[in-house]
């Protein structure tokens, strides 16, 4: 008798454990996307419609065992389409996340040591402070110039902006108010390709049109520290180790071992080193090499290309990882989140991307609103904002959690889906419930 009733709890427990839900409902992952898209194609004058729709479909894709590799394709496009006609002004055709005020492309974005604070710069010539917190607000206006401003980057202590001209040289702009008026905007005319700050130091390394790598402080003394025979589109130091690495047109990358530090050796020897022991250049192929940057853990160096791709290069082991393959056309720049854990790449394409480094399987988030290349990105110092310039004169801010888009639906759409809109756009054979609880 005993082992009947062991054989009838065992097939009980068997019973109730076939009949269980798989970890991922393909039926609830087929509705999202298909609401999702739904919501995508719907017009943007049936406003609440569009938004509810999108709304639900992230309940569903947070809360209902639901494949979430799907979401970033997906869930985040419905989400942000849904708060761009939420927030459109039609006098001024702006949507909600847009910011303007350039007059010419917005070719960098760099946020200030505090973190409500971020720079633009333009062909326009000029570099804007804007205010996160106030986008619409009218920004300061931090530099002026005739020359067309080809990037700008910021020092790590984040008192000077160094704007980086095309073919005309560059400048060193204090960002902090200095009422001895002891320190000011310095000048440096001599023509560069590109030119970077060291980490830590009030120095920075750029590469003259021949070639030369030149180290100067800002008294402007120059040192000579290595020379290249390519074009440099791009130089990134590693604060870790002090290694110099350059991107170049014919698509080699090119490194030098901390050629700038002279502290205690004469010229000659730095030069004969840099001949003989810290040169490398690694072939990657013919495709041109536009942008770097290395995680945060200092391991990971990341390199966009002009074929649209991004080699993730192994510092240590000087090897490539692997590669990541989505834009259709040159990557212009690329940045690691804060935690290094995701990467933001901008293009030519006319979209941003980012990127989640922990698994490979997971699509990117999509940010293609602009209405033209889009030619810089930037983390916000927290990882949870990105900003994104382009050849459309525009700023754009963009949440990386669609948890704020959904919250932000909400916020301003006052009702849930009517039981009539839920048996169109969910179904009869799911139990109605309301979209925005109030």
């Known amino acids: 008798m005993r082992y009947v009733l062991i054989i009838i709890t065992l097939s009980m427990a068997l019973s109730s454990f076939s009949q269980k839900e798989p970890a991922n409902n ?4 087929e509705l999202v996307m298909s609401m999702s898209q739904r919501s995508l194609v719907m017009p943007g004058y049936l406003t609440d419609l569009k938004a509810l729709v999108a709304r639900q479909a992230y309940e569903f894709w947070k809360n209902g065992n ?4 799907v979401s970033h394709l997906n869930v985040y496009q419905a989400l942000y389409q849904a708060n761009k006609y939420l927030g459109y002004d039609s006098a001024r055709d702006m949507t909600y996340n847009q910011v303007g005020f350039h007059s010419n492309t917005v070719t960098s974005v760099v946020f200030s040591s505090d973190p409500n604070f971020y720079y633009s710069s333009s062909t326009d010539g000029k570099i804007l402070k804007w205010n996160v917190n106030e986008p619409r607000n009218i920004p300061e206006v931090v530099y002026e110039s005739e020359k067309i401003i080809q990037s700008i980057e910021m020092s790590s202590d984040g008192k000077i902006l160094m704007a980086i001209f095309y073919q005309k040289g560059l400048a060193l702009i204090p960002t902090v108010q200095n009422p001895q008026k002891d320190i000011s905007v310095l000048e440096d005319p001599q023509p560069v390709q590109t030119a970077t700050f060291i980490p830590g130091e009030r120095k920075y390394l750029s590469v003259t049109k021949e070639g030369d790598l030149i180290l100067k402080g ?10 290249t025979a390519l074009k440099v589109n791009k130089l990134k130091v590693d604060q870790q180790n002090g290694t110099v690495y350059a991107g170049t047109e014919q698509g080699v990358l090119e490194a030098w071992e901390k050629p700038y530090e002279v502290k205690e050796s004469p010229i000659e020897d730095i030069m004969k080193n840099w001949h003989e022991q810290s040169y490398f250049g690694y072939e990657l192929g013919s495709f041109a090499i536009n942008c770097l940057d290395i995680n945060p853990d200092g391991n990971t160096l990341a390199i966009g290309r002009d074929r649209g ?6 510092i240590s082991k ?3 990882i692997r590669i990541i393959s989505g834009h259709q056309s040159t990557v212009t720049d690329i940045q690691f989140s804060p935690n290094g854990k995701l990467l933001l790449t901008t293009s030519r394409d006319g979209s941003a991307r980012i990127w989640d480094l922990s ?5 990117p988030i999509i940010l293609d609103d602009h209405n033209d290349w889009v030619f810089t990105g930037s ?3 927290s990882g949870s904002q990105v900003i994104t310039g382009g050849g459309d004169e525009y700023i754009r801010t963009w949440p990386v959690d669609p948890a704020f888009f959904a919250s932000r639906i909400c916020e301003l759409v006052d009702r849930s889906l009517t039981q009539e809109e839920w048996n169109e756009f969910v179904g009869i054979n799911i139990p109605y419930e309301g979209t925005c609880r109030k």
């Open 318 to 320: 000087k090897e490539l």
């Open 66 to 69: 639901t494949e979430l590799y």
């Open 379 to 381: 983390f916000n110092p």
């Open 309 to 314: 791709d991004v080699i993730l290069w192994d």
């Open 26 to 29: 393909p039926k609830i992952t």
């Open 218 to 227: 800002f008294d402007a003394q120059a040192k000579n520290v290595g020379k």
């Open 359 to 363: 698994d490979s399987r997971k699509l």
